[in-house]
T-cell receptor, first 113, second 119 residues
Framework: GQNIDQPTEMTATEGAIVQINCTYQ??????LFWYQQHAGEAPTFLSY????GLEEKGRFSSFLSRSKGYSYLLLKELQMKDSASYLC??????????????FGQGTTLQVKP | GAVVSQHPSWVICKSGTSVKIECRSL??????MFWYRQFPKQSLMLMAT?????????EQGVEKDKFLINHASLTLSTLTVTSAHPEDSSFYIC???????????????FGEGSRLTVL
């Protein structure tokens, strides 16, 4: 079966650093995605990992360990606007083979002043 | 990034009626689109994969006769919720992949979502 786990909620302080973990067990693996979703809006793409290691993109970084079925999203210098849900998603097959994204339940992050 | 547009954003309908939601890729062609449903404070659940020119592939537990999907062109997919009931009230989101522009990641671009309320 397909299983993707994330913490349900997290709280952090403005200016701090927060790490959101994601573990997965899927029948196939062809990349892991992180999306940000504000309430009532569609998800927006944040990052993509297909090889082990860290991908850095401004204040956001994402890490992947395929052997451990583990990823994290690191948010630095938190801002109030970072309050949102963060969705971890695994693609089960290559995109050219209509690989589909399987989403975790999402982590709701609340940033406090 | 590529733009995906959904319409309508909000729809309220009476129980027993049918509702059609459109999903358009505005600046790219999408041979494959995905339809998701999201209940409050829950994640996105894939309903079906919409393939241009062929039948959609439905996920387990999703009734194909209730959620009709048509992907008649490379830029348009439609989801019709037939004989809607209050339990169908949800946030429906479509997504598409721009293989040409996002060939490295194959990331999905999401529409704005359509919030359906069935009275």
């Amino acid at each position: 079966g397909q299983n993707i786990d994330q913490p349900t909620e997290m709280t952090a302080t403005e200016g701090a650093i927060v790490q959101i973990n994601c573990t997965y067990q899927t029948s196939g693996f062809n990349g892991l995605f992180w999306y940000q979703q504000h309430a009532g809006e569609a998800p927006t793409f944040l990052s993509y990992n297909v090889l082990d290691g860290l991908e850095e993109k401004g204040r956001f970084s994402s890490f992947l360990s395929r052997s451990k079925g583990y990823s994290y999203l690191l948010l630095k210098e938190l801002q109030m606007k970072d309050s949102a849900s963060y969705l971890c998603a695994v693609r089960d097959r290559p995109p050219g083979n209509t690989g589909k994204l399987i989403f975790g339940q999402g982590t709701t992050l609340q940033v406090k002043p | 990034g590529a733009v995906v547009s959904q319409h309508p954003s909000w729809v309220i309908c009476k129980s027993g009626t049918s509702v059609k939601i459109e999903c358009r890729s505005l600046d790219f062609q999408a041979t494959t689109m995905f339809w998701y449903r999201q209940f409050p404070k829950q994640s996105l659940m894939l309903m079906a994969t919409s393939n241009e020119g062929s039948k959609a592939t439905y996920e387990q537990g999703v009734e194909k006769d209730k959620f009709l999907i048509n992907h008649a062109s490379l830029t348009l997919s439609t989801l019709t919720v037939t004989s809607a009931h209050p339990e169908d009230s949800s946030f429906y989101i479509c997504s598409a992949r721009d293989l040409a522009g996002g060939v490295v990641t194959g990331e999905l671009f999401f529409g704005e979502g359509s919030r359906l309320t069935v009275l």
